[in-house]
C-alpha cells in the first residue's frame, strides 16, 4: 500500500504566502515524476508543477515565478511554496507520484486526499 498525505492548506489573504507539503509512504521502491494539481469548483482538475527525479520542472503559465515546487528524494517528499496569492489561486490541491511499489516492475500513479488552499480577504 502507498499513501500520499498532504499538508500546508489554509485561508490567506490576496499577496501572501503558503507551503503544501506531500509525504509518500508505504511500501515504496522508487518514485519517478511528482507533481501538485489544482481542481478549483466547477472545474477539471489541472497540473500547477511537476518535478523529475533529477529535479527537472514544469510550471503552469499562471503560477510561473510565483510558485516552487521541490522534493527530497531521501524522504519521499514534494513541496509547493506559494508565493503572491491571488484569489484565482483558491482550490483543492493534489499531490501526485508516480511510484514504483517493491516488488513491482511498473510504476503507478497515485493521488493524495487534497488540501484546500482559500485565498480571501
Known amino acids: 500500500q502507498v499513501q500520499l498525505v498532504e499538508s500546508g492548506g489554509g485561508l490567506v489573504q490576496p499577496g501572501g504566502s503558503l507551503r503544501l507539503s506531500c509525504a509518500a509512504s508505504g511500501s515504496i521502491s522508487s518514485i519517478n515524476g511528482m507533481g501538485w494539481y489544482q481542481e478549483a469548483p466547477g472545474k477539471q482538475r489541472e497540473l500547477v508543477a511537476t518535478i523529475t527525479r533529477d529535479g527537472s520542472t514544469n510550471y503552469a503559465d499562471s503560477v510561473k515565478g510565483r510558485f516552487t515546487i521541490s522534493r527530497d528524494n531521501a524522504n519521499n517528499t514534494v513541496s509547493l511554496q506559494m508565493n503572491s496569492l491571488k484569489p484565482e489561486d483558491t482550490a483543492v490541491y493534489y499531490c501526485?507520484?508516480?511510484?514504483?511499489?517493491?516488488?513491482?516492475?511498473?510504476?503507478?500513479?497515485?493521488w493524495g486526499q487534497g488540501t484546500q488552499v482559500t485565498v480571501s480577504s
Open positions: 501526485n507520484a508516480a511510484v514504483k511499489r517493491k516488488g513491482n516492475w511498473y510504476h503507478q500513479n497515485y
